[in-house]
């Protein structure tokens, strides 16, 4: 089973060849990934969620569901959403409403954060295709991300329970709030570590544990239960970024569907890029951050000779071993959980993180 919707379009990728653009799911091959498998593994509540998702796009102003649908239909992986059907079954609960329109929220709220992301990052391909900021503007994309913030909120009180409204609405405030201290760190090559990680656990890995937490929640899981997945979560979503930012780098357009190298043009202060800086050979490496990263002034060839000083440097392998104690903290934090299928299948979640650096 997988969500309905897919659409596999070709594309041509920087080498020129004909490849299969990104779907719903980054990995063709013959084995499901772990992606696919959570999928079959949640059928029904999968399908239902799409459903919701679909539903909810719809407004009289035509432009909301036609962005919402280009952005559905391109294919994400819906990894979040997934996460908290998952967590609800650990605890027992399929085909449960609450659990479902909190699923439909966190995918909500994701897509809000990615429309209001490509318009600050100036990013012209999601998922394959144009962002909705270059097909629409900003202003609509904006506004849009408004929208779908707004229906989230109005799912997550249908779902009828204040305490995970309160875990979703601040983990909303949070996302935000790391986007914001994210513009205040771009261009900074003296960004302290500690600050770059408050910031990816800000923005990215704040909405992975909720997910996480909030289905183990709507499924009357014990809180030191809901907590585990919490932190599986958390730890999760900061190997995911992770992986992202060296992927920004070090990544294939056609397989990613989004633009190599807009961190590097946008002056992104990643871990690749604050190890490349640090481990820099000699002050001529030191003036080409300064000016590329630190000034943003840029010349041909200079996104060519960034990944060759993080060659150097091992910048993007370091990122990754990063990601990969991550992932290991993730998986610890799932022993704490109950046994069974779900279980297994977010083991592997977890190794397909870094899988996609591969
Ligand atoms: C993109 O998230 C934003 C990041 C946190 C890197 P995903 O890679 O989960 O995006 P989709 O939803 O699958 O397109
Ligand atoms: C993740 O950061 C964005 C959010 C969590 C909102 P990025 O800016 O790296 O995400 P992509 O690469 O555009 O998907
Ligand atoms: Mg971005
Ligand atoms: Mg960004
Ligand atoms: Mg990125």
Same mark, same amino acid.
């Given at each position: 089973?997988?969500? =309905? #919707?897919?659409?596999?379009?070709?594309?041509?990728?920087?080498?020129?060849?004909?490849?299969?653009?990104?779907?719903?799911? =980054?990995?063709? %091959?013959?084995?499901?990934?772990?992606?696919?498998?959570?999928?079959?593994?949640?059928?029904?509540?999968?399908?239902?969620?799409?459903?919701?998702?679909?539903?909810?796009?719809?407004?009289?102003?035509?432009?909301?569901?036609?962005?919402?649908?280009?952005?559905?239909? %391109?294919?994400?992986?819906?990894?979040?959403?997934?996460?908290?059907?998952?967590?609800?079954?650990?605890?027992?609960?399929?085909?449960?409403?609450?659990?479902?329109?909190?699923? #439909?929220?966190?995918?909500?709220?994701?897509?809000?954060?990615?429309?209001?992301?490509?318009?600050?990052?100036?990013?012209? /391909?999601?998922?394959?295709?144009?962002?909705?900021?270059?097909?629409?503007?900003? #202003?609509?994309?904006?506004?849009?991300? &408004?929208?779908?913030?707004?229906? %989230?909120?109005?799912?997550?009180?249908?779902?009828?329970?204040?305490?995970?409204?309160?875990?979703?609405?601040?983990? @909303?405030?949070?996302?935000?709030?790391?986007?914001?201290?994210?513009?205040?760190?771009?261009?900074?090559?003296?960004?302290?570590?500690?600050?770059?990680?408050?910031?990816?656990?800000?923005?990215?890995? #704040?909405?992975?544990?909720?997910?996480?937490?909030?289905? %183990?929640?709507?499924?009357?899981?014990?809180?030191?239960?809901?907590?585990?997945?919490?932190?599986?979560?958390?730890?999760?979503?900061?190997? !995911?970024?992770?992986? &992202?930012?060296?992927? &920004? !780098?070090?990544?294939?357009?056609?397989?990613?569907?989004?633009?190599?190298?807009?961190?590097?043009?946008?002056?992104?202060?990643?871990?690749?890029?604050?190890?490349?800086?640090?481990?820099?050979?000699?002050?001529?490496?030191?003036?080409?951050?300064?000016?590329?990263?630190?000034?943003?002034? !840029?010349?041909?060839?200079?996104?060519?000779?960034? $990944?060759?000083?993080? @060659?150097?440097? /091992?910048?993007?392998?370091?990122?990754?071993?990063?990601?990969?104690?991550?992932?290991?903290?993730? $998986?610890?934090?799932?022993?704490?959980? =109950?046994?069974?299928?779900?279980?297994?299948?977010?083991?592997?979640?977890?190794?397909?993180?870094?899988?996609?650096?591969?």
């Amino acid at each position: 089973v997988s969500w =309905p #919707a897919r659409t596999y379009d070709h594309k041509t990728n920087d080498e020129g060849a004909r490849v299969t653009a990104l779907a719903s799911f =980054p990995n063709d %091959a013959a084995a499901p990934d772990a992606a696919s498998k959570l999928a079959e593994l949640l059928a029904g509540d999968v399908a239902a969620v799409d459903a919701i998702i679909h539903d909810r796009l719809a407004s009289q102003a035509a432009v909301i569901p036609a962005i919402g649908e280009h952005l559905v239909n %391109a294919g994400g992986k819906r990894l979040r959403p997934m996460l908290t059907l998952a967590a609800a079954k650990m605890f027992g609960a399929s085909g449960h409403d609450g659990a479902q329109k909190l699923s #439909a929220a966190v995918e909500f709220i994701h897509t809000a954060t990615l429309l209001h992301d490509d318009v600050v990052d100036e990013s012209k /391909k999601r998922r394959g295709q144009a962002t909705a900021n270059v097909v629409w503007g900003n #202003a609509t994309s904006v506004l849009v991300g &408004d929208f779908l913030f707004s229906r %989230a909120f109005e799912l997550m009180v249908e779902a009828g329970d204040l305490t995970i409204l309160d875990l979703l609405a601040r983990t @909303a405030a949070i996302i935000s709030e790391g986007e914001v201290m994210q513009l205040g760190t771009q261009r900074q090559l003296d960004t302290a570590r500690e600050t770059h990680f408050a910031v990816i656990e800000a923005k990215t890995a #704040a909405l992975f544990s909720a997910a996480g937490k909030s289905g %183990a929640m709507a499924a009357g899981a014990s809180q030191s239960a809901a907590e585990a997945l919490a932190v599986y979560g958390k730890e999760l979503g900061v190997a !995911y970024q992770l992986v &992202d930012d060296a992927l &920004d !780098y070090s990544g294939r357009e056609a397989r990613l569907g989004k633009s190599v190298g807009d961190d590097f043009r946008e002056g992104k202060m990643t871990l690749p890029v604050i190890l490349a800086y640090e481990g820099a050979d000699g002050q001529a490496d030191r003036d080409f951050w300064v000016r590329t990263i630190g000034e943003g002034i !840029y010349e041909d060839g200079d996104f060519q000779k960034a $990944l060759d000083l993080m @060659a150097g440097c /091992k910048a993007v392998e370091t990122s990754l071993r990063e990601a990969e104690k991550r992932v290991s903290r993730a $998986l610890s934090a799932l022993e704490e959980t =109950p046994a069974g299928d779900v279980r297994t299948v977010l083991r592997e979640l977890a190794s397909f993180t870094l899988e996609r650096s591969q």
